[in-house]
Nanobody, 130 residues
Framework: VQLQASGGGLVQAGESLTLSCTASGHTLDYYAMSWFRQAPGKEREWVSCIRTSDESTFYSVPLKGRFTISRDSATNEVYLQMNSLRLEDTAVYYC????????????????????????WGQGTLVTVSS
């Protein structure tokens, strides 16, 4: 699986931005697809996840309500819609994937852990200015 993140850029606080993650090499029918972000000098932080087998979604509590994850199965893409962006949202955003069989339970530790993901995109920079 190859992942390519795109859509980052420079926006002003309060504006919106949508990131895209395009997958190739494999259809993502039974995967966890997550977005992580890493701000300068900080650890990589989990943002959101979509379980492709049933489209269930999971969010970092502080970001829920401003960010929305979605998927287009026809194009093998995952999106992250980010609204009301804040200065502290400035970071490199990464998409990541790992297999998640339909009969496997929800394990939040695996959802949020970067080490649980097998495939990573190259990252796209989001800069929020005042």
């Amino acid at each position: 699986v190859q992942l390519q993140a795109s859509g980052g850029g420079l926006v002003q606080a309060g504006e919106s931005l949508t990131l895209s993650c395009t997958a190739s090499g494999h259809t993502l029918d039974y995967y966890a697809m997550s977005w992580f972000r890493q701000a300068p000098g900080k650890e990589r932080e989990w943002v959101s996840c979509i379980r492709t087998s049933d489209e269930s979604t999971f969010y970092s509590v502080p970001l829920k309500g401003r960010f929305t994850i979605s998927r287009d199965s026809a194009t093998n893409e995952v999106y992250l819609q980010m609204n009301s962006l804040r200065l502290e949202d400035t970071a490199v955003y990464y998409c990541a994937a790992r297999p998640w069989p339909a009969d496997a339970p929800v394990d939040h530790r695996l959802i949020i852990s970067p080490g649980a993901y097998d495939y990573w995109g190259q990252g796209t920079l989001v800069t929020v200015s005042s």
